[in-house]
């Protein structure tokens, strides 16, 4: 009877290393095993988090967006610990967020540096849920529980960064496909958030293809990305046609870069008294189209009068001036011949652009970026401008103002008060030379297929575009164009309410749910 002899290779242990065979792991004060190159995993994930602003406007790359999330979510999944993933989830987090918002050092300087610092960890429970759901040996039970749940953190995050007070909604992942309205059948049905949750589930779909080796796992993941591909263009498909039982004439203003603001009314008024004869319903000018109170000034007053009897048209003017009681603020004032019919201010304003929060703490920031030396005063409630068309016919309009058409909610209430158009004033001149008047109007688009309203967006400098009410572009005048862009807008059946006008935001609630639920089973440590 013979013995074999077996060899095995010590481990070898020093104070603040461990030495295991093939790997060099160091430890932290508490004895934690943590890997030597753990910094390059987590720049490589900061790197990966500006990988999906591509898909965004400019850049465009609409397609990018299903895949794009997948380097950052396969440094997570392989992360050594929940932990580690956690931190990759957060400096991804941040690196999308600095790329997304970089236009916005002009207005906030380093204080990007804090936003993407707070915004980025919101995504340290995307991180750690995936490495808790699809760290290897990968089964099919815990690969669908991450095609829920890791759709749900994501929606999270999205929902909570979409707080006025921490910025608004900007850079939502849904976004990106604002140019394919057959995809945004699903924001007819759960708004802009059922779209984000639909491109993160086929990146964690596409992640489980690659990565899982037992054959299960796989196969459900890809059955389950290929439902979620379908899904848009289905609800698209059976979605019934907005019955358009008329349609309306409507000139977007734009007068281009001028600074003074006298001279930017006057540009507007040029470019809206070259509509010469041609039949137009409503002229809508940009944000800060004047300078002036239309209530006190009766000169601006008395202009806007003269060209709204010549056009035959109302004027939906952007007012952006000091009022009776000495402050500053920025109004929606629908014009007739007549004079002033009403006007609504601006309710939700631009964090930094418009004032600054805490300014007593941060009030420093003006001193070195552009941002607002003085804030304005929002207004205190919403509703609809009461406008008319050539014919008489009621023409109740949404008017928000710029920064306003990032909120879904303010368009599905104007949606729900009877608006036959949503009509958005907006001044991007500070950004001119950067994505942020692509990403802005895009906007536009997602809120009419949001709603079923079509809708338009008048911008000082550009983009000024048009949209029909399933999110198809009619129109556009670019930033390199002046005057006043003409398009016949069909106008959906009164009373007509997609799913997400009735519902509204269920769809980031049921997220917030899936999310609490998930945090309960970790701490009670029965997450499979």
């Not at 399933?470 to 398009?487: N, P, S």
Request: aromatic share 6%; with cysteine; proline share 7%.
């Amino acid at each position: 009877m013979s013995r074999r002899l077996t060899l095995t290779r010590p481990v070898l242990r020093t104070p603040g290393v461990l030495r295991t065979p093939g790997v060099l792991r160091t430890t932290d004060p508490g004895g934690r095993a943590v890997p030597e190159h753990r910094y390059r995993a987590r720049l490589g994930a900061l790197v990966a988090g500006a990988v999906p602003v591509l898909a965004f406007p400019a850049p465009g790359l609409a397609w990018l967006a299903w895949v794009s999330l997948v380097p950052g979510l396969l440094l997570m999944q392989r992360a050594p610990g929940g932990r580690e993933a956690a931190l990759r989830g957060w400096w991804f987090g941040a690196g999308f967020i600095l790329t997304a918002m970089s236009w916005l050092i002009p207005s906030i300087g380093p204080a990007l540096l804090l936003l993407a610092l707070v915004f980025g960890a919101l995504q340290a429970g995307v991180g750690y849920g995936v490495h808790r759901l699809l760290h290897p040996p990968l089964t099919a039970r815990r690969a669908l529980l991450a095609l829920v749940v890791v759709p749900a953190l994501w929606l999270t995050t999205e929902y909570a960064r979409s707080w006025h007070a921490l910025g608004g909604p900007w850079a939502l992942l849904g976004a990106t496909q604002w140019q394919h309205p057959a995809i945004l059948g699903l924001a007819s049905t759960g708004g802009i958030w059922l779209v984000s949750a639909a491109v993160v589930a086929v990146n964690t779909g596409v992640l489980i293809v690659l990565t899982a080796a037992p054959w299960r796992p796989r196969a459900a993941a890809a059955l389950t990305t290929v439902l979620v591909l379908a899904a848009g263009p289905l609800l698209f498909a059976l979605r019934d046609a907005p019955a358009r039982t008329e349609a309306v004439t409507v000139a977007l203003v734009q007068p281009g870069i001028i600074d003074e603001p006298q001279a930017r009314f006057e540009a507007s008024a040029r470019a809206t008294a070259a509509l010469g004869g041609r039949p137009v319903d409503l002229i809508v000018w940009g944000e800060s189209s004047t300078g002036a109170d239309l209530d006190r000034d009766r000169a601006a007053l008395e202009r806007l009068r003269e060209l709204s009897a010549a056009t035959g048209a109302q004027i939906v003017a952007g007012e952006d001036a000091r009022k009776a009681d000495g402050r500053i603020s920025k109004d929606a004032v629908l014009v007739s011949p007549a004079g002033v019919v009403d006007r609504y201010r601006k309710i939700r304003l631009v964090p930094f652009g418009e004032y600054i929060p805490l300014r007593s703490v941060l009030g420093w920031i003006a001193g070195v970026s552009r941002a607002a030396g003085e804030n304005r005063a929002p207004g205190i409630t919403f509703h609809l401008l009461p406008a008319t068309d050539q014919a008489g016919g009621a023409l109740p309009v949404g008017a928000l103002i710029c920064f306003e058409s990032t909120f879904p909610d303010m368009a599905r209430t104007a949606a729900r008060d009877g608006a036959r158009v949503l009509v958005y004033q907006s001044s991007t001149s500070t950004f001119q030379h950067t994505w942020a008047p692509e990403q802005h109007v895009s906007l536009a688009a997602i809120r009419a297929a949001e709603t079923g309203r079509p809708a338009v967006q008048a911008s000082l400098t550009g983009v000024s575009a048009a949209f029909d009410a399933q999110g198809r572009e009619l129109a556009r005048l670019g930033t390199d164009g002046t005057g006043a862009l003409t398009v016949r807008l069909p106008l959906t059946a009164p009373g007509t309410l997609t799913w997400y006008d009735r519902v509204g935001d269920v769809v980031p609630l049921a997220a917030l749910l899936v999310t609490t639920g998930s945090a309960v089973m970790v701490l009670r440590r029965r997450w499979v």
